[in-house]
């Protein structure tokens, strides 16, 4: 805590002396023009004055006098302009570089924390569960039991991994992602049976038509559809429904995943699919999660020439959709 309020206090201190400096330049540019356009005007009076008290009637040395103090004005207010205007632009970019590292930075501050959680719960269980096989004799049922629990937090695991490596794959550019015919129909039958597996009590609803096919990299749409799938689950009561949809109209395919959760607010949907980022209200920050999920869906989306949206599920909920073009 006294970190964080030490932190926080820097920040603010920082931005402070950042916004006085900038102030303190503007006004220096602005006293710059003053001063010179006042040298400018007393100039022009005082050349003026030396033609009265010489009685000079030249009309053309007056109407040069002024001409000259004119194009000095104008060239005043062009140069304060453009001074003004790259200042301005300098400081806008250099504020928004700096609130960006420090959101990048917080950002990666929370997924280090997050991904800590996330990796210490499955090892902590699969431990836990070796250990009383070990120390104990028991039923079948229940060794069984154990083991196939033990089994799905090691893919739970692995799933992780997956998607951390996958995400610096992508990051660098350095995943090369295969296009070939994929049935999708019996890829997304495969995953929600995983699910089924994993979630035995809860509810899944499919409306799946039969034969559907797209062209893209198997392991990427079967990440894409579990992180779906798994979002909807986490996001959700353990009594709703999670309801599976996909079907081919003329030259789209479209795949959908519905929730029956608390739904997303318009000003976090844009935001869901950016790295790290995790929507701000207590049910998900009690969520698991890491922030990794909807950004490489929306990453395997683009890769495939396909899009993804989310909208409002009725009464309540949200609607994941990626449309493929075929």
Wanted: contains cysteine; glycine residues 4%.
């Amino acid at each position: 805590m006294p970190f964080s309020f030490y932190r926080t206090n820097r920040l603010r201190i920082i931005f402070f002396v950042y916004w006085v400096l900038l102030a303190y330049i503007i006004a220096a540019l602005v006293w710059w023009f003053i001063a010179l356009n006042r040298q400018n005007v007393q100039m022009a009076s005082y050349e003026i004055s030396q033609l009265k008290i010489g009685n000079s009637d030249n009309p053309n040395l007056l109407k040069e006098i002024l001409d000259i103090k004119k194009r000095k004005t104008t060239q005043y207010i062009g140069e304060g302009a453009i001074f003004l205007l790259l200042i301005l632009s300098g400081a806008v970019f250099i504020f928004r570089a700096v609130r960006r590292q420090f959101k990048s930075g917080q950002d990666q501050k929370n997924f280090m924390m997050a991904i800590t959680h996330e990796l210490k719960t499955p090892i902590a269980i699969t431990k836990l569960n070796l250990e009383t096989l070990l120390k104990r004799k028991l039923e079948d049922s229940q060794q069984q039991r154990l083991i196939q629990n033990t089994i799905q937090e090691a893919n739970r695991l692995n799933a992780l991994c997956n998607n951390m490596l996958l995400a610096s794959q992508l990051e660098a550019g350095s995943h090369h992602v295969a296009k070939e015919e994929i049935d999708l129909t019996e890829l997304t039958i495969s995953c929600v049976n995983d699910f089924k597996i994993r979630y035995p009590l809860r509810q899944f609803k499919e409306e799946i038509d039969a034969e559907v096919y797209v062209m893209g990299d198997n392991m990427l749409l079967q990440m894409a559809i579990n992180n779906l799938i798994d979002n909807a689950i986490k996001y959700s009561p353990k009594e709703s429904v999670v309801s599976i949809v996909l079907n081919h109209q003329q030259e789209k395919v479209s795949l959908m995943i519905i929730d029956q959760g608390k739904g997303i607010d318009m000003t976090e949907k844009k935001k869901i699919f950016e790295k790290f980022y995790r929507i701000g209200n207590k049910a998900t920050k009690e969520a698991k999660g890491t922030g990794l999920g909807l950004y490489l869906t929306r990453k395997i989306t683009l890769q495939h020439d396909a899009s993804i949206f989310v909208v409002d599920n009725t009464p309540t909920g949200s609607n994941f959709t990626i449309l493929f073009n075929v």
